[in-house]
């Protein structure tokens, strides 16, 4: 129809604008937290604003209480019915600006919160993306999935925390008036003996902290043997040793319940204290209040206000004891946090763009330490005795060693690594499969049509793969490909690869894992699908040898020579 809306892919940019984190203060824990902080000055100060209206009006409330009462009564017997009714109205408008504010407090701290914890997830996604193939020496996996999954909570509650803090300090200062005002001895004792004793809970935060860090560190490592059990099942049945793996994850379990059981009893400790010791210092402040009342020192109206009063003082200290905590739990995780990020990258972020294609024939990559000479367009098939150094080669060409590798004349150390993976991709036996639908683990990008994509698994035989899933190419697989087998999971990755259309391919042990049969047909077929792109195939075979355009021998691991 004409004049119809058309849809489009295309991202909004507000939205990309609103999720550009920036450059991270990473200097230290506290840095982070207050540059986290700094990025949402405006949810902050709506949950600021708003908290401190409901912590003040929910002060004010018993105080307008006892106001009424008094008014009320001030005649003797005979109650001024106006008087009551005019207190009865304010205490409702309070009542309702109380809920109002307490609603959008709630939402600012939490939008606040959630914003912290995505931000510090983008930023860490963006690291470890950067840092590619280096973050193993920095972190094992499951160090990293509880640094992007559980520290963000805490660094989440840090700033939430900022609204609750400020409205429990200009409350606490309301109240400590209005109680000074009300009865100058009991105002004493309450300002300064309730903050003494609920601060006192604070020697119980560093052991609790210590213990959380240490269930922390057991439940990590009880993750990596969960990942190991779950994942190489398959290979632990094979070698027999199922139950030894099974029995080593008990022990672990139980190592990780016995720690959770000390930091439970830590907890308890801490939150029985924050709630008992203010509620029996209110117990006592009643009770002396009481005595006022009935010795005529203060009136009836009074005796509900400092009732009222001290019991919310509770509230704010309360806040005051819950803002140490978390402010120390933030800085444990914002320390997590800023390590992975002073990790150094793989290579440069920022450097030199990567130069225009030569024509075809012409110099792509050069090794001058083994010798290694492709040419653009070309198949170049480097056959080696030891796969080790084949490995080490790829990893040169790819730039994920340091090395005197040349793209396109350039060395490949100099080149800015984002335009570097777009360039150059290294497929070897260590690269995985993701969870999730089949066909956008294989074209990530949307850019193939099924003819392509099917061509491509054709070319590493692996449309027999596809053909026995539920849902061909649409079917969900799921972490790692677990349900594949190696040579299934690894012609899935090489289809991965061909479909990125990068310029460059370096292939280590392609055809790895298959019979001798299907080595050859995909030797021929994927000479067929390449495409104009430069590929380098790492291999101690010989089945490329017939397809290849050069075909170079490494025996000593480190100089080459023509094999043909």
Not at 64 to 74: D, K, Q
Not at 273 to 286: E, H, I, K, M, S
Not at 393 to 415: F, K, N
Not at 454 to 465: H, K, N, S, Y
């Amino acid at each position: 129809m004409a004049g119809r809306n058309k849809p489009t892919t295309r991202r909004d940019p507000s939205r990309v604008a609103r999720w550009d984190t920036g450059v991270p203060d990473a200097r230290s824990p506290a840095r982070y937290l207050l540059w986290i902080a700094r990025g949402q000055l405006g949810a902050i100060a709506g949950a600021t604003v708003f908290g401190t209206v409901w912590m003040v009006t929910l002060a004010l409330m018993p105080a307008l209480v006892g106001e009424t009462i008094n008014r009320a009564f001030a005649r003797g017997d005979e109650p001024d019915l106006g008087a009551a009714g005019l207190g009865c109205a304010g205490i409702l408008a309070l009542g309702v600006v109380h809920h109002l504010s307490g609603t959008l407090r709630h939402r600012f701290s939490e939008s606040s919160a959630r914003t912290a914890g995505i931000r510090t997830i983008l930023v860490l996604t963006r690291k470890i993306a950067a840092l590619g193939s280096a973050l193993p020496a920095h972190a094992d996996t499951s160090a990293v999935v509880s640094v992007v999954t559980a520290d963000i909570v805490p660094i989440g509650d840090f700033v939430r925390m900022a609204g609750r803090a400020v409205g429990a300090l200009v409350s606490f200062v309301t109240v400590g008036g209005l109680l000074l005002g009300t009865s100058l001895p009991l105002g004493i004792i309450v300002l300064v003996g309730m903050p003494a004793l609920t601060l006192s809970v604070g020697p119980l935060l560093r052991p609790l902290h210590r213990r959380q860090d240490a269930h922390r560190a057991v439940l990590s490592d009880l993750g990596k043997h969960t990942v190991d059990l779950a994942y190489g099942l398959r290979v632990l049945r094979g070698i027999g040793a199922e139950r030894v793996f099974a029995r080593r994850y008990r022990e672990h379990s139980q190592r990780a319940r016995a720690a959770g059981e000390r930091l439970a009893r830590v907890e308890t400790l801490a939150d029985l204290a924050q709630v008992l010791l203010p509620g029996l210092f209110t117990v006592l402040t009643l009770w002396l209040a009481a005595r006022l009342a009935f010795a005529g020192t203060i009136a009836p109206g009074d005796l509900v206000t400092l009732y009222g009063l001290a019991g919310f003082l509770v509230l704010p200290i309360q806040t005051a004891t819950e803002l140490v905590d978390k402010t120390a739990k933030g800085l444990v995780a914002a320390r997590r946090v800023v390590d992975l990020l002073a990790a150094p990258p793989g290579g440069p972020a920022e450097g030199l763009p990567v130069p225009g294609r030569p024509s075809a024939g012409g110099v792509e990559l050069a090794d001058p330490a083994s010798g290694l000479v492709a040419r653009s367009g070309e198949m170049t098939v480097v056959r080696v005795d030891d796969t080790e150094a084949g490995a080490d080669l790829a990893d040169r060409i790819g730039g994920y060693t340091e090395s005197a590798v040349t793209l396109r004349g350039v060395p490949v150390t100099r080149l800015a690594t984002p335009a570097l993976r777009r360039t150059v991709l290294v497929v070897d036996s260590r690269t995985e499969l993701f969870a999730g639908v089949l066909r956008d683990e294989l074209d990530p990008g949307g850019r193939h049509d099924d003819a392509r994509i099917r061509a491509v698994l054709d070319a590493v035989c692996a449309t027999d793969i596809i053909d026995a899933l539920p849902e061909g190419v649409n079917s969900r697989i799921g972490p790692r490909g677990y349900a594949f087998s190696g040579g299934q999971r690894h012609r899935l990755v090489l289809a991965r690869a061909l479909l990125t259309d990068v310029d460059v391919l370096v292939l280590v042990e392609p055809t790895c894992a298959v019979d001798a049969h299907t080595e050859a047909e995909m030797a021929r077929r994927l000479s067929q699908v390449r495409g104009g792109a430069t590929v380098v195939v790492v291999t101690s075979g010989r089945a490329f040898d017939t397809f290849a355009d050069a075909v170079l021998r490494q025996s000593d691991g480190t100089g080459m020579e023509a094999d043909r």
